[in-house]
Structures are given as structure tokens and as C-alpha cells.
């Protein structure tokens, strides 16, 4: 029965660097990954040139039942950090906006970045290893369908549950339950909408237009694009305020974030332009003509009295869309919620009540925004284990 220092099940983004760090210091390591090749997501990542930081990082841009759980690790290992590395391995890359760093190339040169600091830390790394049991005794014993391994030290960098055609499952969550560890109930997270058929029906020529805007909601905002689909709504602005909305609860879209509506609708209000061509300078004209249809009847803005004009303003900056819900862990870019960060050192990952055991990356109770920040994430929290196991 082979014996490591550590194990480290999953080789994603936090697993493989927490085995490269370990193995620096002189750790016999060993990753197990249960699919036929290690990085799935982060392959796919930023549209296959992976999104592998973000130099604006703070403990602001994550989520989590002790939003200062973070701090510590992120910290430790900066966004400079990793960027030093993808540098020294030659990896040309360039911030696309607020502060998202992208390779230029592929996100295939991450992944082999991290395969070749693997080999030079001299980690092993096993490859269609399904992990069937652990369990602790003087050591850890992973059971798997390629043998048993013992490690005085284990990593859980198994990821959460978002695309499961990646991979994805609940083992991390299933081991952290059987050690008696406290779990965040994990949901989905940068996760589309979906709206009522009535509402669907009404939007249904509308695929695929995309709107600069505002939106709110649990007293969050941000600025980006929305983009409609056929299941609902998506993109940037959509995906980022998903994390925080809890169901039932109504999503505020500032449609003309710099514009004050009022003023426009009366300043042309001897025009005689119908509302929807007004709208239709400012936002797509599929969008205004079908916007007037939901909020407000297009007729000459001649003919609406002052107070109609306010109500129509108003919806502008505050149309209100209750999702009927989300399109779940299929779609989810990350799965907010896992293991509760009560149960874990800030300072190392390491569970307080099971020493030698170590959470880190997306099964940890730490969520970040959109753009390159749950990535840091991984980084930051697979550099604090990856000093101690």
C-alpha cells in the first residue's frame, strides 16, 4: 500500500496548486482526480483563455456566511502572485476590463503551466482514480478503484456541483458530512434566470439582444450588459446579481443608467415622436417597441399627461422582473454555499476538529463575483494549505 505525505483529491485550479506548493517543500504528493485528464473547467474557462485573476481582489468580492473567513488567504497569495508565475513561464496575457486578466492564448498554457510546476514538485498525479471511501485512523486511507493510499495529510479540492458534464459531483460535501463538518447549503451561483412562460411568451423575439443597464437587487448593483434568451435572462449583469438573489425576491433593471428619463420624455414631448422611437435611440429597437408593449402603450408623447410621463420614466430606471427561478448547477459557473468556513482554520484551510484534513477552492464556503475572482480564490486557498500539509 502506497504511503505520501499528502493526498490531494481533485486536480482543478486550487487542487493542483495546492500539490505544486506542498511538493516545493519537500511533501511527497499525491492527486487523485476521478475524470480521464486534469482542468476541466479551467479549459473552459473565459471562453477557452481562461480568466486567471483579477488584480482588483479583496475579500468585498466574494461571498460567504463570514464574509472575513477570506481575507486571510487572499492576503497571502495576491493576484501578483500567480500573475509572477503565469510570467515566468512566458504566458502573454491582457486585462479585458475591470481589472479580468485573460491568457492571449488558450487556457490550455495554465494548465500545462501548473502540469509542468507539478512534475518539477515531483507531484504524482493519477488520472480515472475514483475515490470509493475514506476513512482515519493513525493516517488517512483513500480507497479508490486504483488501490488504497495511505497520507498523514488530505486535501478536498473536489470542486462543487456546478456543470456536471465536467465532472462535477457532491464528494467533497459527501466527506466533509462523514467527518461531522457543518455544511452551507450549496446552490447555484453566476447563474442564468428563468422567467414565467407569460413572461417568455412576451420576450420570446427578443433572443439574443443584449442591453447595457443596471441591476439590483438584496441591496447589491451592478453595472454590465443583460442579455435575453430563450429560457430568460443572461449575461454579466445578470449573472453577477444571481449570486446574491434568494427566490421570490423582484430584480430591479436601471435600463438608461445615464440618462435622466424624465427629462428626456418631456424635452421631447412637443416632438410628436411616438415612445418607442424615442426609446429606440437609446436602447435596441426589438427592446424599446417590445419594452412599450409590456409597460407602457407607444402613442405620441404629445398625448401622455406630465404624471404619465413620470410613471413611464420610472420604469425606466426601475423595471422589475421577478425570475420564476434559475437554470441550476447545469448552467452555474460556480455553486455558492459548501463547507462551513466555522469548521475551518482561515490561516491553513484545515478542518479544527480533523487534524489533517484540508478544504479549499469552490466546496469551501467562499464565492467569488464574476471575473477571474473565484479563480484567485482557488489560488489564495491552495497556497494557505499547501504551507502546511
Given amino acids: 500500500m502506497a504511503e505520501w505525505d499528502c493526498i490531494v483529491i481533485g486536480a482543478g485550479a486550487a487542487g493542483l496548486l495546492c500539490a505544486i506548493e506542498a511538493g516545493r517543500r519537500g511533501r511527497r504528493v499525491l492527486v487523485l482526480e476521478h475524470t480521464e485528464r486534469v482542468g476541466k473547467k479551467i479549459e473552459i474557462s473565459g471562453g477557452g483563455r481562461c480568466n486567471f485573476t483579477n488584480i482588483y ?3 468585498d468580492n466574494y461571498i460567504s456566511a463570514n ?14 502572485d500567480f500573475i509572477a508565475l503565469v510570467e515566468k513561464h512566458g504566458i502573454k496575457y491582457h486585462e479585458k476590463k475591470l481589472g479580468q ?32 471511501s475514506v476513512s482515519k485512523g493513525e493516517a488517512f486511507r483513500v480507497e479508490t478503484n486504483q488501490g488504497s493510499f495511505v497520507s498523514r495529510s488530505l486535501v478536498i479540492a473536489t470542486g462543487g456541483l456546478s456543470i456536471p458534464k465536467l465532472g462535477a459531483t457532491d464528494l467533497g460535501y459527501r466527506i466533509a458530512r462523514q467527518f461531522g463538518l457543518k455544511i452551507e447549503e450549496p446552490r447555484p451561483g453566476l447563474v442564468p434566470f428563468t422567467l414565467t412562460q407569460q413572461m417568455l411568451r412576451r420576450l420570446a423575439a427578443l433572443s439574443g439582444v443584449s442591453i447595457g443597464a443596471i441591476v439590483r437587487c438584496c441591496d447589491k448593483e451592478f453595472r454590465e450588459k ?20 434568494e427566490a421570490g425576491e423582484s430584480v430591479s433593471i436601471n435600463l438608461l443608467p445615464d440618462e435622466d428619463s424624465f427629462h428626456l420624455l418631456r424635452s421631447n414631448q412637443n416632438s410628436g415622436i411616438e415612445l418607442a422611437n424615442l426609446l429606440a435611440q437609446r436602447l435596441p429597437r426589438r427592446f424599446a417597441q417590445a419594452w412599450c408593449e ?17 410613471e413611464i420614466a420610472a420604469r425606466l430606471h426601475d423595471m422589475r422582473i421577478t425570475p420564476s427561478g434559475t437554470e441550476g448547477f447545469r448552467k452555474a459557473e460556480v455553486t455558492a454555499g459548501g463547507v462551513s468556513t466555522d469548521e475551518l482554520s482561515s490561516q491553513t484551510m484545515e478542518a479544527r476538529r480533523v487534524p489533517g484534513l484540508y478544504f479549499i477552492g469552490e466546496v469551501v464556503d467562499v464565492t467569488g463575483q464574476l471575473g477571474g475572482y473565484n479563480f484567485q480564490w482557488a489560488w489564495a486557498s491552495a497556497y494557505a494549505a499547501g504551507q502546511y500539509v
Avoid at 492571449?104 to 488520472?127: N, T
Avoid at 449583469?237 to 444571481?242: E, G, P, T, V
Avoid at 409590456?294 to 413620470?310: F, G
Wanted: aromatic share 8%; hydrophobic share 40%.
Fill in 101 to 132: 486578466l485573460f491568457c492571449e492564448g488558450s487556457s490550455r498554457q495554465i494548465i500545462e503551466m501548473l502540469l509542468k510546476e507539478c512534475s518539477r514538485a515531483r507531484v504524482e498525479i493519477l488520472c480515472n482514480c475514483r475515490v470509493v
Fill in 57 to 59: 481582489a479583496a475579500a
Fill in 294 to 310: 409590456l409597460y407602457a402603450e407607444s402613442r405620441p408623447l404629445k398625448t401622455y399627461t406630465v404624471d404619465e410621463l413620470k
Fill in 226 to 245: 443583460i442579455l435575453i434568451t430563450h429560457r430568460g435572462l443572461s449575461g454579466p449583469a445578470i449573472l453577477q446579481i444571481s449570486s446574491y438573489w
Fill in 67 to 80: 464574509p472575513h473567513f477570506a481575507k486571510s488567504a487572499l492576503a497571502r497569495y495576491t493576484p501578483q
